[in-house]
């Protein structure tokens, strides 16, 4: 993904698997943040999220 942010001119689309017909979430080099307030609120029982910051942590030792 870092590639292709990178390049500044190129996008990623993240699509759901599990609903194929939704939208998805595009990854973008830049980010308007005036039109962004709250990215999410999520409450699920007996779930786990991992947020990674950024690519470069990721096949990093202790990560």
Same mark, same amino acid.
């Given at each position: 993904?870092?590639?292709?942010?990178?390049?500044? @001119?190129?996008? +990623?689309?993240?699509? &759901?698997?599990?609903?194929?017909?939704?939208?998805?979430?595009?990854?973008?080099? *830049?980010?308007?943040?005036?039109?962004?307030?709250? @990215?999410?609120? +999520?409450?699920?029982? &007996?779930?786990?999220?991992?947020?990674?910051?950024?690519?470069?942590?990721?096949? *990093?030792?202790?990560?």
């Amino acid at each position: 993904m870092q590639p292709a942010i990178r390049s500044g @001119t190129m996008c +990623v689309c993240v699509k &759901n698997y599990y609903n194929r017909t939704a939208a998805g979430a595009f990854i973008t080099a *830049q980010r308007d943040m005036r039109k962004v307030l709250v @990215t999410s609120i +999520v409450l699920k029982p &007996n779930v786990t999220l991992v947020d990674i910051i950024s690519t470069r942590m990721m096949g *990093q030792y202790g990560f």
